[in-house]
């Protein structure tokens, strides 16, 4: 079993709907990420939470340390919002290293 | 500012053909950095990453390489390239927490 699992794998949506794009870990960690890959490759930190909830825009992300959960959501989602979006997380005995999800598929429709 | 190069871009190479691919970091000093591959279709993975010159930790065996001639400079090589070497390959620095990523190199062996 991996040791961050993402769900869903693939979502696709109408432009305009409310996402939620689901993180669950089993280690110990220190802090989550959430970063956003376009298709070019590229990738962007979203962001880096350790407690609460953190917002940016539309996006918005929380976590709960106890139930080892993580939620991204989008509200009012639009076609420049298509990416992948993937969940990383800090180990605790970690030097700084990234412990990955496999990423979300993520296609708003027009 | 802080930032992160990273070339080339895209790369297509023979097997058995030798790889050198850099990373610098401008505007920080004793930078913690990475090199992650990204498989088509797959999540990113760890290769190598390095907290001070001359500092390299291997993440997975396998076919490359890493080093750091200078604080801010990281280099991926590889003597002969293999058809499974192919992926998108990414350069990350942290100064103790978040992440920046390069552009990333999509390198083709064919």
């Known amino acids: 079993k991996n040791e961050v699992e993402q769900s869903p794998q693939n979502l696709t949506a109408q432009e305009g709907e409310f996402i939620t794009i689901n993180c669950s870990y089993s280690?110990?960690?220190?802090?989550l990420h959430w970063l956003q890959q376009h298709p070019g490759g590229g990738i962007v930190s979203l962001f880096m939470?350790?407690?609460?909830?953190k917002k940016h825009g539309r996006l918005i992300a929380t976590i709960n340390i106890q139930e080892k959960h993580s939620s991204l959501h989008i509200t009012a989602s639009h076609p420049r919002d298509s990416a992948v979006y993937i969940c990383?997380?800090?180990?605790?005995?970690?030097?700084?290293?990234?412990?990955w999800g496999a990423g979300t598929k993520l296609i708003i429709k027009p | 500012s802080q930032t992160i190069h990273q070339w080339p871009a895209t790369l297509v190479q023979p097997v058995g053909s030798p790889l050198s691919l850099e990373c610098t970091v401008e505007?920080?000093?004793?930078?913690?950095l990475y090199w992650y591959r990204q498989a088509a279709g797959r999540g990113l993975q760890l290769l190598f990453y390095?907290?001070?010159?001359?500092?390299i930790s291997s993440e997975v065996p396998q076919n490359l390489s890493a080093s750091r001639p200078q604080d801010r400079q990281f280099i991926l090589s590889s003597k002969k390239l293999l058809l499974s070497d192919s992926g998108f390959y990414l350069c990350?620095?942290?100064?103790?927490?978040?992440?920046?990523f390069g552009s990333g190199t999509r390198l083709t062996v064919v």
């Open positions: 990350a620095w942290t100064p103790g927490g978040g992440y920046t």
């Open positions: 390095s907290v001070g010159i001359g500092q």
């Open positions: 990383a997380v800090y180990r605790m005995d970690s030097n700084y290293q990234l412990i």
């Open positions: 505007g920080t000093s004793n930078p913690n």
């Open positions: 280690v110990g960690i220190s802090a």
């Open positions: 939470l350790s407690s609460g909830k």
